[in-house]
């Protein structure tokens, strides 16, 4: 079994998720038998989106750089962000660990897009915070592979990223903020004929879901766990 290594905090919701799902997910395939090594390097999460928002990019890149040194200098064997946005200097940071290491960079977006590939999706609509709906740093992994990514109006990317922001990012989850969610989404889906939406941030899960959803939904924090799990298994 190898040992994982997660940068979380971004925000502290979905981290949580990551460890409690991971920890099942082992379990369950070891029949019971064993939970999974696991370190949790939590970063500042108003720190890292103001780098974000501010495109300060190579701040972020050393903020983030700093604790994934951390999780090599702690023996991990697999290292992974756990929030989408972070992914905006993925390319960078993974370009820095293959100089230094083999260890695997699990990415989001390229997990996601195997995903929907293995789905036969051809068209998808995106929701997440306003960075990942309106940067190219996730849609172009799965424009490469032939998926088209469309995305809310601008008005909406704005509701949207303060759902996400003001509220999912604190665990809080308003029934009024969901419908506000639902609706984006069945908009979207009219205006573009999208196949299913991506969940693209970690925390739309705690409102968004197969039950409540008007299309098929791609869960991005489930998938990448079940994904890191199974190669922790290995």
Known sequence: MKKVGLIGGTGPESTLVYYKMLNHLVCQSSGGNAFPELV?????????LNYVAEKQYQQLEEYLWQRISNLLNCGCEIIALTANTMHIVFDRLKGRLEKVSSVPFVSIPETVCNYAQ???????????????????????????????IVVPDADAMTV??????????????????????????????????????VLGCTELPLALNQDNCPLPCLDIMDIHIKCLAELCMQ
């Open 160 to 197: 949207i990223n303060e759902i996400i922001s003001m509220e999912l990012e604190a665990g809080i989850v308003k029934e009024s903020s969901t419908s506000k969610l639902i609706e984006n989404i069945k908009i979207l889906q009219e205006r573009t004929k999208m196949q299913a939406v």
């Open 40 to 48: 949790i390097e939590s970063v500042n999460l108003y720190k890292a």
């Open 118 to 148: 293995k789905l036969g999706y051809r068209k998808l609509g995106l929701l997440g915070t306003i960075f990942t709906m309106q940067e190219d740093f996730f849609k172009k992994v799965f424009e490469k592979a032939g998926i088209e």
